[in-house]
């Protein structure tokens, strides 16, 4: 049997007559959007989707990051990345970040209407630096503040791709907007102000050099995103819905999984 994949399993399912908080990722959110039939074979009959394998380069990008900007955070400074893209904001210690960053344990969100306990693991938080600006009104050239702090979220990405990585334009991306849009929504459920703004650093690893010569260099970019969390309290209730039907529910159209059983079943009864 594979270490990797186990195709049944009989615990960590939902159970309907549970009084006890059940959790789901964000990660599962993301797997009822993408497919509601999917969603309850995994998270309801313990059949979930086969794994795809980890990678761990990417893994290492994060590890590295995440230790980078944690020097800037005990120094109160801004990162050199994010002085060159001119952001008003820095790395800002907290007392639960290493939980929130954990897979597994992250940001947790008790959804009472629903019982179930919302999760997911950020890589990084940044508060934005209070700005002032001058105010006609005051005498002597006095300032006032534009705005109070606002937490940031920051996600990491790796990749090697072909030309610069400016945007968010690609039809995959549109999970990494899910993905931001989630974690803001959990934070502020935990009472932190957060930033509509939040950021992508995205690293791209160069092909174009002479030799590897034992390294791989990537170019660092820093993508603002403008999240709007408003779909995820819906979708919850969605979710939890789903998870109380006795059927199981219809597939989506695109899914590539549900296409593969369903042609593989065909062919069994032809």
Known sequence: MSQYYTPQRERGMYE???????????????????????????????????????????????????????????????HPLIEKYGVNARPIPHKDLDAWRENFVGVQFLHKKTGLLITGAIDDLWVTTPETSPHPSLAGGGRKKAHEPEYVVVDYKATAKVGEITELD????????RQMEVYQWLLRQNGLTVSDTGYFVYCNGR????????????????????????????????????LNQ????????????????????GKERS
């Open 246 to 265: 006795k059927t199981i529910p219809k597939s989506a159209p695109d899914c590539d999984y549900c296409r593969y059983i369903m042609a593989v079943e």
């Open 16 to 78: 309907a007559k549970s009084k006890d908080p059940f959790k789901i990722s964000r990660s599962k959110i993301d797997l009822f959007l993408q497919c509601p039939r999917c969603f309850y074979l995994d998270r309801r009959l313990g059949v979930g989707r086969p794994p795809g394998f980890p990678f761990a380069l990417n893994s290492a990008v994060d590890h590295l990051l995440k230790k980078e900007f944690d020097l800037y955070r005990v120094k109160g400074a801004k």
């Open 170 to 177: 690609k039809e995959w991306h549109a999970g990494y907007k």
């Open 207 to 242: 092909a174009d050099r002479k030799a590897f010569d034992g390294k791989l260099e990537f170019d660092v970019t820093l993508i603002p995103y403008e999240g709007d969390a408003s779909w995820v309290e819906p979708a919850i209730v969605d979710l939890h819905t789903c």
